[in-house]
């Protein structure tokens, strides 16, 4: 027993000093950890300064039945009750009750409320007893934040979010994810928890807590009125097509600040939502609005000009073995009625007669236009541009001609869209913008503005050429069903197949449809480009028939809510009319201090004035609104004070 006695106490001894370090470190693992205080979001801002995106504060309010003295719980039980029996609509018994129950099982952490606004929360915080705080009362708070889209389901996906899942992967979708890390996401704060049993943590306040530092906000180029344009225009254009999914981007022309971006996609309940960022990632073939591109270099490489003619036979001719179709025969036209027209035999004419012996040449052109190359964009997930060259595996005597009329190459939405607004911008190529400045509350931290002007795509001749012939396309070409001829647009159609090279296709036709182009032709403001894939061939496929009206209902409604034109010459503007009205009306006032005149004819209001601002103190009553019918009180009649006259108006 004795040798038993000292080995405890050895033990004991052992255990208190020799390790006695270790297992206090371990026991504070165990009941004490450090947690991160999450940082607020930094909002995002339209371009008018309205919010796209921001982090609302939720709360979790909880109370530790131990920390409160009996006196202060029984003196402050039964008022909590009837302030929770308010709140929640249960009885205040009930929580009398359930409040006991959980004292008398020593819980340190009895939620009261979940995921509570701060409204809410402070309405809460002030309850008998928890207004006594955590170490009175026995207060508990826990709080977190919830990223909120005051739009709703509008360009949700381009304002995109920053996400992490159960092991830690994160995604970034959007401006907000993009510039998440640098600007909105903040630093964390940290605090102590100590563990109260059961597997829960009750927060501890000390001097080693870290306040968190919130994020700065984030100002983009997105106008809402011109965004709640775009997306309403084009969903209904996807809903009457039965589309799989589309895409618009409006841009500024001479800023490269994009105005609005709308990404639309169908789900498995046929609504439509923003599922993926098509205008910044997808890229496909472009079909016919890529021949802008290639007549350019044409005309810059002077193969060709404008009145060249081209015989583009009846609508069929063969390549290399390989036939091309046109939807009509056109016979011999011009190069630039063959662009009006979307002629694919005319194009493919011209760039294979012109680089056949040369076709590096050509693919120059595009390589120094920057098409083969993504745009870097910093938003994440922007689609890779594919720009054969000779050597390339998917190079052929046929890459050429199919080149021309925009197959065999891929472009996504943004790089044709930045090519358009360009020649919009007089031949200056400007990088698309989504983010204007970055804030601290009203201190700017840093600003982004448009690069330098870089050179001109090409001259000024074949600029103004396509720009012509952009004109006339929508004038008198493939997009002549847009023409208006009270607002000018600029543009090309464009339609082609996808999904060609499956073995159904034949059975089941599937078309790109585009249109891009600007507005107004002349003085261009806004450049935009229109993508649908997959419309219903039963209803339409042509670009003209499915994505241009999208164009033109864009453009008429940004030029009627936001005028190209901000400046009024004058504001002396006079009308024959008003002159003669007011004249008349002045007279009268002068002719008529005392004697009732002929107001009859009058407006009802100008009637009044006339009446109540003459010598004597008279009453009117009027009777309707509008043109005085009747007056009680003939003219030239002499008034008295306080005499009542009612005019009769309708």
């Not at 709360?59 to 709140?87: G, H, M, W």
């Not at 018994?93 to 959980?102: M, V």
Request: hydrophobic share 35%; glycine share 8%; aromatic share 10%.
């Amino acid at each position: 027993m004795f040798v038993f006695g000292v080995a405890v106490l050895f033990k004991l001894f052992s255990i208190q000093f020799l390790q006695g370090e270790k297992y206090r470190a371990l026991a504070n693992t165990r009941v004490i950890k450090n947690v991160k205080i999450p940082a607020n979001r930094g909002n995002v801002y339209s371009v008018n300064g309205n919010l796209l995106a921001t982090s609302v504060p939720k709360y979790d309010v909880r109370i530790d039945l131990l920390t409160p003295t009996n006196q202060t719980f029984e003196a402050y039980l039964i008022p909590l009750c009837d302030s929770l029996s308010k709140y929640s609509g249960r009885s205040s018994s009930y929580y009398q009750k359930t409040l006991r129950k959980e004292r008398a099982n020593r819980n340190r952490f009895f939620l009261l409320a979940r995921n509570v606004g701060y409204g809410d929360y402070i309405r809460l915080r002030n309850f008998p007893m928890l207004r006594l705080g955590a170490f009175k009362g026995g207060l508990i708070v826990e709080q977190t934040t919830k990223r909120e889209h005051p739009m709703g389901a509008i360009a949700q996906r381009s304002i995109g979010y920053e996400r992490f899942d159960d092991d830690g992967n994160v995604t970034r979708a959007g401006i907000d994810g993009a510039f998440g890390v640098k600007y909105l996401r903040g630093t964390d704060g940290q605090r102590k928890k100590q563990k109260i049993g059961k597997g829960q943590w009750k927060p501890l306040s000390d001097a080693n807590e870290i306040e968190p530092k919130d994020g700065y906000d984030v100002y983009t180029t997105i106008d809402v009125n011109i965004q709640d344009i775009a997306h309403h225009a084009l969903l209904k254009q996807l809903e009457e097509y039965e589309a799989d999914h589309g895409c618009v981007v409006v841009m500024e022309a001479k800023t490269g600040e994009i105005r609005a971006i709308s990404n639309l996609g169908r789900n498995k309940n046929g609504k439509y939502s923003e599922r993926l960022n098509y205008a910044v990632g997808e890229a496909h073939e472009p079909g016919s609005t890529f021949k802008v591109m290639a007549l350019m270099a044409a005309l810059e490489d002077k193969v060709v000009d404008t009145s060249t003619v081209i015989d583009t036979k009846m609508g069929y001719k063969q390549f290399y073995r390989r036939g091309i179709y046109d939807t009509h025969g056109h016979g011999k036209i011009s190069v630039a009625r063959t662009l009006e027209v979307s002629s694919n035999i005319g194009l493919a004419t011209i760039i294979d007669d012109g680089y056949a012996k040369k076709p590096q040449k050509f693919v120059e052109h595009l390589q120094d236009w920057g098409l083969d190359k993504p745009l870097g964009l910093p938003i994440i997930g922007e689609g890779e541009p594919v720009i054969p060259k000779p050597g390339d595996k998917l190079w052929s005597r046929n890459a050429l001609p199919s080149m021309a009329y925009g197959y065999n190459l891929k472009l996504t939405p943004l790089q044709t869209l930045t090519f358009y607004n360009a020649i919009a911008n007089n031949g200056v190529l400007v990088k698309p913008r989504f983010i204007r400045e970055v804030k601290e509350l009203d201190q700017v931290v840093e600003s982004f503005d448009r690069d330098g002007e870089g050179d001109k795509i090409c001259s000024e001749k074949t600029l103004k050429e396509i720009q012509n012939i952009l004109k006339h396309v929508v004038e008198r070409g493939t997009g002549r069903s847009l023409y208006s001829p009270y607002f000018s647009m600029a543009g090309k159609t464009g339609t082609a197949q996808t999904e060609y090279w499956m073995d159904d296709w034949k059975q089941n036709r599937r078309y790109i449809s585009s249109f891009a182009g600007y507005f107004p032709a002349d003085n261009p403001k806004y450049s935009c480009i229109v993508v649908i894939h997959k419309p219903s061939v039963k209803k339409g496929y042509y670009g003209a028939d499915v994505t241009g009206p999208v164009f033109k209902r864009i453009a008429q409604k940004i030029h009627t809510d936001t005028p190209i034109i901000d400046e009024v010459e004058s504001l002396e503007v006079k009308r024959a009319s008003v002159e003669k009205e007011f004249k008349g009306f002045y007279e009268t006032a002068q002719t008529y201090k005392t004697i009732m005149p002929n107001v009859i004819g009058l407006p009802a209001m100008d009637a009044i004035a006339l009446l109540e601002n003459m010598q004597v103190n008279i009453k009117v009553k009027l009777q309707g609104h509008g043109i005085v019918k009747s007056q009680s009180i003939d003219k030239n009649i002499k008034l008295k004070n306080n005499q009542t006259i009612i005019l009769t108006a309708s």
